[in-house]
């Protein structure tokens, strides 16, 4: 009940191309949905999050999609750059409990020149 | 500003032996969080303190693990009798408030 099931493991995407990653959750009280991106070395960093309360949250060339009756999101990068190369991993977290996030287990994603 | 400060960065030790690892939160910052991320999995969630409180460890192995982040100084996380299934890397996080918090660039543990 308490997990963040993540998809694909790794995704491979030629430049100028769209990056999707997806999540799905069964924990019907999560009420906040982060995506953090981490580069090899160095910690998780915050990249978007959303409530759901919304269906869809843009910055910049990310994107997550939100359906709460599927019980899924996801992120999208638009236009993928080599810099974008990264592990991205989707977390959720509720209420009662905001301190401690509950995280996918990552996509490994390359963005090829 | 500099960030939530990890130290060592890579720590090497014999089955057995302890380990401690340290975190400095960001400044102004109270709430500190440790996570462990195991070879190609997410971060798990180990434990959450204030100063000188522990105020959830429900993820923290029920033995040889233990926290603490003292009135003065960093937070530590002590592993006792180092076996290899603790080589990870270990993450610690700060913030001002119960959510929006930053990482650190974390601790590798390796346990030979």
């Known amino acids: 009940q308490q997990q963040v099931k993540q998809s694909p493991q790794s995704l491979i995407v030629q430049k100028g191309g769209i990056s999707i990653i997806n999540c799905a959750y069964e924990n019907t009280a999560f009420d906040y949905f982060p995506w953090y991106q981490q580069f090899p070395g160095k910690g998780p960093a915050l990249l978007i999050a959303?409530?759901?309360?919304?269906s869809e949250k843009k910055e910049g060339r990310f994107t997550i999609s939100f359906n709460k009756s599927a019980k899924q999101f996801s992120l999208h990068i638009m236009d993928s750059q080599p810099g974008d190369s990264a592990t991205y991993f989707c977390?959720?977290?509720?209420?009662?409990?905001?301190?401690?996030?509950?995280f996918g287990s990552g996509t490994r994603l390359l963005v090829r020149p | 500003n500099a960030g939530v400060m990890q130290n060592p960065r890579h720590l090497v030790r014999r089955r057995g032996q302890e380990a401690r690892l340290r975190c400095s939160p960001m400044k102004g910052h109270s709430h500190v969080y440790w996570y462990r991320q195991l070879p190609e999995e997410g971060l798990k969630f180990m434990v959450y303190l204030q100063k000188e409180n522990i105020i959830d460890e429900s993820g923290m192995p029920k033995e040889r693990f233990s926290a603490e982040f003292p009135k003065e100084g960093p937070s530590i996380l002590r592993i006792q009798q180092v076996v290899r299934g603790d080589s990870a890397a270990y993450f610690c996080?700060?913030?001002?408030?119960?959510?929006?918090?930053?990482f650190g660039s974390g601790t590798r543990l390796t346990v030979v």
């Open positions: 977390a959720a977290n509720w209420m009662d409990s905001s301190y401690k996030l509950i």
């Open positions: 996080a700060s913030s001002p408030e119960q959510y929006g918090y930053t």
């Open positions: 959303i409530r759901p309360d919304v």
